[in-house]
């Protein structure tokens, strides 16, 4: 039972661009979420992170919306470059249990010229 | 420096055989995760410590084990009994949450395990 799920697999863009990723969850009681981007044969790395508290958390050209009553988040990449290209997770955590981390599947985004 | 460190990189193993997994980290973090890695699943969770000598099981712990016995430390054992052992194990370490809400996990560069 997959409780974190991007349902996209994958992302194509062009340099410049909005790349927007999507996340959707069904455990309501997640009040944490996360997105890491992930090169191959590499660990993920932290992107940027909301708390269910919030709707909206920018950094840079990062930009993570939170909508609980929908249970969907979604990354915003503006403007997209090349060296985005790479999977990237969402992942979230519950309040019944705050450090388990749970990942969904990856989208792959490729980012071209 | 402060990191989390896997290794080995790459892991080769007969099969029926048990191989441990190595990761330790000086980060000073409570807690401690074992993830897999396989084509089109993501991170799936297969166990996690909080704590110095407690761990749980994740979503897919049969077949694996861990021990918690250093902060520092939290090495996976992949026994004989996983069905499907070849796989990229990453291992990740975080402040808990109950100390700072807004943490994230720090990943390790992962381990490739592959059974001939």
């Known amino acids: 039972d997959q409780q974190v799920k991007q349902n996209s697999p994958s992302l194509s863009v062009q340099e410049g661009r909005i790349s927007i990723l999507n996340c959707d969850y069904t455990?309501?009681?997640?009040?944490?979420f996360l997105w890491y981007k992930k090169y191959p044969a590499e660990g993920p790395t932290f992107l940027i992170s909301?708390?269910?508290?919030?709707d909206k958390n920018e950094d840079g050209r990062f930009t993570v919306f939170l909508n609980k009553s929908a249970k969907h988040l979604s990354l915003h990449i503006v403007p997209s470059q090349p060296g985005d290209s790479a999977v990237y997770f969402c992942a979230a955590s519950p309040t019944y249990n705050t450090d388990k981390l749970i990942f969904g599947t990856g989208t792959r985004l490729q980012v071209f010229p | 420096d402060g990191g989390i460190t896997q290794s080995p990189k790459y892991l080769f193993r007969k099969e029926g055989q048990n191989v441990t997994l190595s990761c330790e980290q000086n980060l000073n973090h409570d807690a401690m995760y074992w993830y897999r890695q396989d084509p089109g699943q993501g991170l799936r969770l297969i166990y996690y410590s909080q704590i110095v000598n407690d761990f749980q099981k994740g979503d897919i712990a049969e077949g694996y084990s861990v021990s918690r016995e250093k902060k520092e430390s939290f090495p996976l054992t992949v026994t004989s009994a996983q069905k499907n052992p070849t796989a990229f194990y990453l291992c990740?370490?975080?402040?808990?949450?109950?100390?700072?809400?807004?943490?994230?996990?720090?990943f390790g560069q992962g381990t490739r395990l592959t059974v001939v």
């Open positions: 455990n309501s009681m997640f009040d944490y």
């Open positions: 909301i708390s269910s508290i919030k």
């Open positions: 990740a370490s975080s402040i808990r949450r109950d100390r700072d809400l807004n943490t994230e996990a720090f």
